[in-house]
């Protein structure tokens, strides 16, 4: 039981942070029908302006868990600013354009941001500092670090500050109405361009600080860390119902669950593995996803 109890925590854990990933996802398809595969590489921008702001920061004799709050809004401010100026570069251009030149531009600036993030940072993987991964607490048999709690706790205000944003705030409001019809929103004044800017900007945030937390829970980051888990978090989209906030967070948590039980009782060799097939399994019975799809299929 224990154990069970264990591994569950851990895939709590790990399901929180694709979670975060999946959100940036289902927000941009959401709103302009766009797989944004790009997404991934703010994940790993993310991760890397985190170690140099928190190894900036340390350096000015700051406390660790300070250091860990500034470079987190830090790293979240710059990579929504990165996502703002690919989404003018790179997608604005084609708004009108055929849906294959939009994903061809997609995955080119995938490949370009990974390349930057190589040239700039280096090909070797860049440590984090264990100021706040050394200890926890044990419960029987079950141990919980002090960065798993710091995780769950980081990922539960994020996705409830998400939820309140978009349900309960007057940009919420008009992201919801250019998603659900981007003519009639522009005829009642939203600027749809504004929208699709920040809804960009808030998934890379998020993508951001879920970078930043694989780095302190693996304990370093790397140029490539991107492409894994964005592809489980777009899987996680999926499976949650993509369009759906909900529905991307519930995808998340399972996707999460599923690779560190299939690691811990069957082999971690095969983890992917299972949770690719989870996916292709829902998308057999119920092809829209568990929470169905937030968006309206009649537009083009």
């Given at each position: 039981?224990?154990?069970?109890?264990?591994?569950?925590?851990?895939?709590?854990?790990?399901?929180?942070?694709?979670?975060?990933?999946?959100?940036?996802?289902?927000?941009?398809?959401?709103?302009?029908?766009?797989?944004?595969?790009?997404?991934?590489?703010?994940?790993?921008?993310?991760?890397?302006?985190?170690?140099?702001?928190?190894?900036?920061?340390?350096?000015?004799?700051?406390?660790?868990?300070?250091?860990?709050?500034?470079?987190?809004?830090?790293?979240?401010?710059?990579?929504?600013?990165?996502?703002?100026?690919?989404?003018?570069?790179?997608?604005?251009?084609?708004?009108?354009?055929?849906?294959?030149?939009?994903?061809?531009?997609?995955?080119?600036?995938?490949?370009?941001?990974?390349?930057?993030?190589?040239?700039?940072?280096?090909?070797?993987?860049?440590?984090?500092?264990?100021?706040?991964?050394?200890?926890?607490?044990?419960?029987?048999?079950?141990?919980?670090?002090?960065?798993?709690?710091?995780?769950?706790?980081?990922?539960?205000?994020?996705?409830?500050?998400?939820?309140?944003m978009v349900f309960?705030?007057?940009?919420?409001?008009?992201?919801?109405?250019?998603?659900?019809?981007?003519?009639?929103?522009?005829?009642?004044?939203?600027?749809?361009?504004?929208?699709?800017?920040?809804?960009?900007?808030?998934?890379?945030?998020?993508?951001?600080?879920?970078g930043i937390m694989?780095?302190?829970?693996?304990?370093?980051?790397?140029?490539?860390?991107g492409f894994v888990?964005?592809?489980?978090?777009?899987?996680?989209?999926?499976?949650?119902?993509?369009?759906?906030?909900?529905?991307?967070?519930?995808?998340?948590?399972?996707?999460?669950?599923?690779?560190?039980?299939?690691?811990?009782?069957?082999?971690?060799?095969?983890?992917?593995?299972?949770?690719?097939?989870?996916?292709?399994?829902?998308?057999?019975?119920?092809?829209?996803?568990?929470?169905?799809?937030?968006?309206?299929?009649?537009?083009?």
């Amino acid at each position: 039981m224990d154990y069970f109890l264990q591994q569950l925590i851990n895939g709590v854990t790990l399901g929180g942070i694709y979670a975060l990933i999946a959100l940036g996802y289902t927000m941009v398809y959401g709103i302009i029908q766009l797989i944004n595969f790009a997404h991934g590489e703010f994940f790993a921008a993310g991760g890397y302006i985190g170690v140099i702001f928190i190894t900036w920061l340390s350096a000015q004799g700051l406390h660790p868990y300070v250091c860990l709050g500034l470079s987190l809004l830090l790293s979240m401010l710059y990579c929504a600013l990165l996502a703002m100026a690919v989404e003018k570069v790179a997608y604005k251009p084609l708004r009108y354009a055929s849906r294959l030149s939009v994903l061809l531009s997609a995955l080119g600036m995938s490949i370009f941001l990974q390349n930057g993030l190589m040239l700039t940072q280096g090909v070797y993987d860049k440590p984090y500092p264990t100021d706040l991964t050394q200890g926890g607490f044990a419960m029987g048999g079950v141990v919980v670090s002090y960065m798993q709690i710091i995780i769950l706790v980081l990922t539960t205000v994020l996705l409830i500050g998400l939820n309140a944003m978009v349900f309960k705030t007057r940009i919420g409001k008009a992201m919801r109405a250019t998603a659900q019809d981007k003519v009639m929103s522009g005829l009642v004044g939203i600027n749809s361009s504004t929208v699709i800017s920040f809804t960009f900007a808030i998934g890379a945030a998020l993508a951001a600080a879920a970078g930043i937390m694989v780095g302190f829970y693996y304990g370093s980051v790397n140029y490539t860390m991107g492409f894994v888990p964005g592809i489980k978090a777009f899987a996680a989209a999926v499976l949650g119902g993509i369009g759906n906030i909900t529905g991307a967070m519930v995808g998340g948590l399972i996707i999460g669950m599923v690779e560190i039980f299939a690691a811990g009782y069957l082999s971690s060799e095969y983890k992917d593995v299972f949770a690719f097939i989870i996916l292709i399994a829902v998308l057999y019975f119920m092809p829209t996803g568990i929470m169905g799809e937030n968006v309206d299929d009649t537009r083009v």
